[in-house]
């Protein structure tokens, strides 16, 4: 399903098509696009990630409010007063304070990690050269590909299903040191490098797999602050030419009143507030979760029973199942709550109608060994649910931190387990598609073999 065209002064197709944009979001078609002032806890920066960097090149020049195309064209800033031999490289110098900081989520903003928590955007393009947002990247995934306009070797994807992995793409380059034997690496910070990368996409990615792709995409953009002509460019680049559907919501750009035509007269939503774009995003996503648990659900292909400390763990296992089409139990509200007193009999019942079991096991549940949670109890209904039934009735999952089964079995309660054939591993990849693809396929042999 396509949202439909949206106009910005018909609230009921706005309306269309917001809630077809959530169904894009949950069927992985949409792709982020965070710029500067969307990445950042500008309680850590005062501002923004890159006015904190332009206060410290202007410390070092003795100078007040000069942009990055500013201090590269003055002498106080080239000319160390210090060293008279020395000139110093304007994007040298922006490395040099990127890499003097170590940065962990809580240097990023309470959105960007909010919507990358979803684990539903694996696919963003940053418009930014700093780490900040492949920082949440990381902390959701763990590995993720990185991919850079000026990397020949990795400024492409193979085909659509890369959109898949979880990716960020460095549109402008990245900060970073070179390599031995390389010059510094090249990112866009002043007016002439913006100039120079516009004709690096024109030449190099004409050709490009990734730009065939992404004209079939919706575009989320939060918070870009590039001149009007360099983000009407983007734009044109990725979603093509003014005759196709453009897709796409942008919040947090302080557009002029022509960029703002040009995005309407392409079908974009415009929103001035990232921050409740956002909110509004996640409402609506929690929304049509919470709708799905309003009754417990029986006979589902797939039990997941997991610690909490494992949610997002759980959650990317979830997006993989159901994204094969597979009914699955996940207990991410609280039943407690909502079913009263009867939700152990509730996840008994569940879990004995349910195709396969899935435990999480990571570190997480050896540390725990102590304490009473419910999934101890899940297994145990599990076990005794199906002990004795065939193999593929149960189906444990393996995760996190290298777990060993053998060695854990009796500090955690697995001795059954282990002791049996009636167990599977997932791979190290934290990412489970293939592993969701497999599972399918047993759980049609399962439901074959009853029909028969």
């Given at each position: 399903?396509?949202?439909k065209?949206?106009?910005?002064?018909n609230?009921?197709?706005?309306n269309?098509?917001?809630?077809?944009?959530?169904?894009?979001i949950?069927?992985g078609?949409?792709l982020?696009?965070i710029?500067?002032?969307?990445?950042?806890?500008?309680?850590?920066?005062?501002g923004?990630?890159?006015?904190?960097i332009?206060?410290?090149?202007?410390?070092?020049?003795?100078?007040?409010?000069?942009?990055?195309?500013?201090l590269?064209?003055?002498n106080?800033?080239?000319?160390?007063?210090?060293?008279?031999?020395h000139?110093?490289?304007?994007?040298e110098e922006?490395?040099r304070?990127i890499?003097?900081n170590?940065?962990?989520?809580s240097d990023?903003?309470?959105?960007?990690?909010?919507?990358?928590r979803?684990?539903l955007?694996?696919?963003?393009?940053?418009?930014?050269?700093d780490?900040?947002?492949?920082t949440?990247?990381?902390?959701?995934f763990?590995?993720?590909?990185?991919?850079?306009i000026?990397d020949?070797?990795?400024q492409d994807?193979?085909?659509?299903?890369?959109?898949e992995?979880p990716?960020i793409?460095?549109l402008?380059g990245?900060?970073?040191l070179?390599?031995?034997?390389?010059?510094?690496?090249k990112?866009?910070a002043?007016?002439?490098d913006?100039?120079e990368v516009l004709?690096?996409w024109q030449?190099?990615m004409?050709?490009?797999v990734?730009?065939?792709?992404?004209?079939?995409?919706?575009?989320?953009?939060?918070?870009?602050?590039?001149?009007d002509?360099l983000f009407r460019?983007?734009?044109?680049?990725?979603k093509?030419d003014?005759?196709k559907?453009?897709?796409?919501?942008?919040?947090?750009h302080?557009?002029?009143?022509?960029l703002?035509?040009?995005?309407?007269?392409?079908?974009?939503l415009?929103d001035?507030?990232a921050n409740?774009?956002v909110a509004?995003?996640?409402?609506?996503l929690?929304?049509?979760?919470?709708?799905?648990?309003e009754?417990p659900?029986?006979?589902?292909?797939v039990f997941i029973?997991?610690?909490r400390?494992?949610?997002?763990i759980?959650?990317?296992?979830?997006?993989?199942?159901?994204?094969?089409g597979l009914?699955?139990?996940?207990?991410k509200?609280?039943?407690g709550g909502?079913h009263?007193?009867?939700?152990?009999e509730i996840?008994?019942?569940s879990?004995?109608?349910?195709t396969?079991?899935?435990?999480?096991?990571?570190?997480?549940?050896s540390?725990q060994?102590?304490?009473?949670?419910?999934?101890?109890?899940?297994w145990?209904?599990?076990?005794?649910?199906?002990?004795?039934?065939?193999?593929?009735?149960r189906?444990f999952?393996?995760?996190?931190?290298?777990?060993?089964?053998?060695?854990?079995k009796?500090?955690d309660?697995?001795g059954?387990?282990?002791?049996?054939?009636?167990y599977?591993?997932s791979?190290?990849d934290?990412?489970?598609d293939?592993?969701?693809?497999?599972?399918?396929?047993?759980i049609?042999?399962?439901?074959?073999?009853?029909?028969?």
């Amino acid at each position: 399903m396509r949202a439909k065209q949206i106009a910005k002064d018909n609230n009921r197709v706005i309306n269309d098509g917001f809630r077809a944009f959530i169904d894009e979001i949950r069927n992985g078609n949409v792709l982020l696009m965070i710029g500067r002032a969307f990445e950042s806890n500008t309680t850590v920066f005062n501002g923004d990630f890159y006015d904190w960097i332009t206060e410290r090149l202007n410390e070092l020049a003795g100078t007040k409010n000069l942009d990055f195309s500013d201090l590269n064209c003055d002498n106080r800033f080239l000319l160390d007063t210090k060293d008279h031999n020395h000139i110093r490289n304007l994007h040298e110098e922006i490395i040099r304070i990127i890499e003097e900081n170590e940065y962990d989520e809580s240097d990023v903003s309470d959105g960007l990690l909010s919507l990358i928590r979803t684990g539903l955007f694996r696919f963003v393009f940053t418009t930014s050269f700093d780490p900040l947002v492949e920082t949440a990247m990381r902390k959701q995934f763990g590995e993720v590909r990185v991919m850079n306009i000026y990397d020949i070797k990795n400024q492409d994807i193979l085909s659509k299903s890369d959109f898949e992995i979880p990716t960020i793409y460095y549109l402008f380059g990245k900060a970073m040191l070179p390599m031995e034997n390389e010059k510094t690496k090249k990112f866009v910070a002043t007016d002439n490098d913006a100039l120079e990368v516009l004709k690096k996409w024109q030449l190099d990615m004409t050709n490009s797999v990734l730009l065939r792709y992404t004209e079939d995409k919706y575009l989320l953009t939060l918070g870009c602050t590039q001149k009007d002509w360099l983000f009407r460019f983007i734009w044109y680049t990725l979603k093509g030419d003014s005759g196709k559907l453009s897709r796409g919501v942008i919040a947090g750009h302080e557009q002029s009143e022509s960029l703002s035509h040009y995005l309407k007269m392409n079908n974009i939503l415009i929103d001035n507030n990232a921050n409740e774009l956002v909110a509004k995003i996640l409402n609506a996503l929690n929304e049509e979760d919470n709708n799905k648990w309003e009754t417990p659900q029986t006979y589902c292909d797939v039990f997941i029973s997991y610690s909490r400390a494992d949610a997002d763990i759980a959650l990317r296992l979830y997006n993989s199942l159901t994204s094969q089409g597979l009914k699955v139990w996940y207990d991410k509200v609280n039943l407690g709550g909502r079913h009263g007193g009867k939700f152990k009999e509730i996840i008994r019942e569940s879990i004995d109608t349910s195709t396969l079991f899935i435990a999480i096991l990571s570190q997480s549940i050896s540390i725990q060994a102590q304490d009473v949670h419910i999934y101890r109890k899940e297994w145990e209904w599990a076990k005794d649910l199906k002990w004795g039934l065939t193999a593929d009735c149960r189906c444990f999952a393996t995760f996190a931190d290298n777990y060993d089964i053998y060695g854990k079995k009796y500090t955690d309660g697995l001795g059954w387990l282990s002791d049996t054939d009636n167990y599977m591993f997932s791979s190290q990849d934290p990412y489970f598609d293939e592993w969701a693809k497999d599972l399918k396929s047993k759980i049609n042999e399962i439901k074959s073999h009853g029909r028969s």
